[in-house]
């Protein structure tokens, strides 16, 4: 696995972008070549996967470092089992197919030509390439490097020009304040960090009054049934209101996945107190006709409860 590459020179981005100074997170983007495209060198991380499943405390360090590592492995399987479903420019909210395109839910048509857009959680940039194609000017964010990488290899195989990428903790944004004017982010970073409430106030930090936030997330009613797509995930298990965190950890108790749960409530309470307002909260509806599943996410689910939470929010 080639080493992290250079620093990100403010002037490589399409729009110069003085970084917040005293921020300790490094902005890289992956470096791929030509030679690199029809596979990507093989991941060198030894595979701490499947660890055991508990819910305890997950700091914002642990957190962040399981992700980390564990979008790093899981990186070339996801891309092959949801690459397609994806598409490599299309803007897919989350697995019920819910397409920006009809959606709308960034701006009207025609609203995001000339944008400076944000794509938090970005993984192989799909929906950041979808912007581009509308006229926008996107930054995709990510703190997998591999995932990274899928961008590039994407990139590499459409030619053109490629999405501008940078590795990073969506925690500490490495952008200096008010630098652009549309945030959005499809299932990437919210439910993997402990502290959500820090991560709005960054996000808020980055925009420009007036600027949309957009994000969706597993719909939170979904913690109080088991992640099964069969009847099984039909019956409630756990308490709606444990925010306990859901951990994967190692023989040494050392966390390999974290994910973390937040009510309804809790989601609009950090985004208003992070100084935003809320303009909708979508739950998309199982389309009919839509047999793909995609983990706990299915049809037979689909059509009783929501799976999905978009929050469509304004900086204040
Ligand atoms: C479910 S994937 C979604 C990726 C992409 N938005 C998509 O729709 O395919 C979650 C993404 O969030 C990224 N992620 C997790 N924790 C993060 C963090 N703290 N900061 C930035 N990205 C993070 C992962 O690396 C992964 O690419």
Redesign the pocket.
Known sequence: MPALARPVAAAALPHPIPYATGTTTLATTPDLQPDDLDDLPPADLDDEDDGDAVRRTAGLAES?HA?RHW?DRNADE?QDE?GEF?GDDRF?WCPEGLDEAEARLLGPAGSLKGLAALE?????A??SRWLAAQGARPVA????FR?LQHARRIDLGRGGDPVHVVQ????VLPFADGSFDLAC?????VP??ADTAALMREVHRVLRPGARWVFSVTHPIRWAFPDEPGPEGLTATASYFDRTPYVEQDEQGRATYVEHHRTLGDRVRELTGAGFRLLDLVEPEWPDGHEQEWGGWSPLRGRLIPGTAVFVAERG
């Open positions: 962040s992700s979008w996801y949801h994806l897919v938090i959680g970005a993984g192989a799909q929906c964010l990510d703190i997998s995932q990073a903790d969506a925690a982010s499809a299932y990437g970073a993997f960090s």
